[in-house]
Nanobody, 122 residues
């Protein structure tokens, strides 16, 4: 069973920074891509950024230049450094793992964490 656990959310003032972490567990041999999505109150979940096992990234335009994703493949962990935070960044941030190879087999599906709340005050 693959599980993702996020951490690092909290309350920060506009212009501040936060670092989110997400670790996948469950006899994992590899993960094709990991990423972060967010869902603000009353809105649909949206892409923040993804990173492949090869290091290719895809950022939402709204976070380019402010957010940076990094990945530790050996630890099955992905990080999201968020700088210059804005009130509109307030949301629950969800970690995603896509395409997971375990000791049992390859799972061509998405796994999600439970989310961590980021609140940016003005």
């Amino acid at each position: 069973q693959v599980q993702l656990v996020e951490s690092g959310g909290g309350l920060v003032q506009a212009g501040g920074s936060l670092r989110l972490s997400c670790t996948a567990s469950g006899s994992i041999f590899g993960i094709n891509a990991m990423g972060w999505y967010r869902q603000a109150p009353g809105k649909q979940r949206e892409l923040v950024v993804t990173i492949t096992s090869g290091g290719s990234t895809n950022y939402a335009d709204s976070v380019k230049g402010r957010f940076t994703i990094s990945r530790d493949g050996a630890k099955n962990t992905v990080y999201l450094q968020m700088n210059s935070l804005k009130p509109e960044d307030t949301a629950v941030y969800y970690c995603d793992a896509k395409g997971v190879l375990t000791e049992a087999r390859y799972y061509d599906m998405d796994y999600w964490g439970k989310g961590t709340l980021v609140t940016v005050s003005s």
